[in-house]
T-cell receptor, first 111, second 119 residues
């Protein structure tokens, strides 16, 4: 089944404790991206990648890191999480010039 | 740079009535346009997309949208809604190519419209 898989689905952590949210796609898509969704703000792009070893900042990259060492994986890293990073996070992948396919989301709470 | 404005944050409607969700955008380059739907506690699912060709685009679940380049709009419509259409709807654009600092692949979303269908 074609899908984008994020883990974990739910995460509660403390301020400053490094964490990684994994994202994997099985559709051989070149394009992958991370978004955060906050009430009233819609989805905002954090980082995106057009291919292996090629990443670029989205609208809200501060406090986040990404890497694209393999085509299928695009982990999101929070080196020192803060409460303002409490949000719902989505990973997406897609072909060039086409639509994005989304994962089920990761609800992160930083206390 | 790109921006997307969804003109209504909430749209209540009765079952079997028609509905229109409005979306305007601005961009310095030509764009692809999308509508996504998000049901409660789920990820986003593509409803329809405009890449090129006919400006009237048909999607899943009976939805359609019309691309109006002169008005930079991409409004979503359905002639008769069902209770199951209750969800949040997002309009999104992405540039067709790299130009003027706008990177191909940068998908920009509107703030979302919550459609509530009442019996």
């Amino acid at each position: 089944e074609a899908q984008v898989t994020q883990n974990p689905r739910y995460l509660i952590t403390v301020t400053g404790k490094k964490l990684t949210v994994t994202c994997s796609q099985n559709m051989n898509h070149e394009y992958m991206s991370w978004y955060r969704q906050d009430p009233g703000l819609g989805l905002r792009q954090i980082y995106y990648s057009m291919n292996v070893e090629v990443t670029d900042k989205g609208d809200v990259p501060e406090g986040y890191k990404v890497s694209r060492k393999e085509k299928r994986n695009f982990p999101l890293i929070l080196e020192s999480p803060s409460p303002n990073q409490t949000s719902l996070y989505f990973c997406a992948s897609g072909p060039r010039g086409g639509e994005a396919f989304f994962g089920q989301g990761t609800r992160l709470t930083v206390v | 740079a790109q921006s997307v404005t969804q003109l209504d944050s909430q749209v209540p409607v009765f079952e079997e009535a028609p509905v229109e969700l409005r979306c305007n955008y601005s961009s310095s380059v030509s764009v692809y346009l999308f509508w996504y739907v998000q049901y409660p506690n789920q990820g986003l699912q593509l409803l329809l997309k405009y890449l090129s060709g006919s400006t009237l685009v048909k999607g899943i679940n009976g939805f359609e949208a019309e691309f109006n380049k002169s008005q930079t709009s991409f409004h979503l419509r359905k002639p008769s809604v069902h209770i199951s259409d209750t969800a949040e709807y997002f309009c999104a654009v992405s540039p067709q190519y790299n130009a003027g600092g706008t990177s191909y692949g940068k998908l920009t979303f509107g703030q979302g419209t919550i459609l509530t269908v009442h019996p």
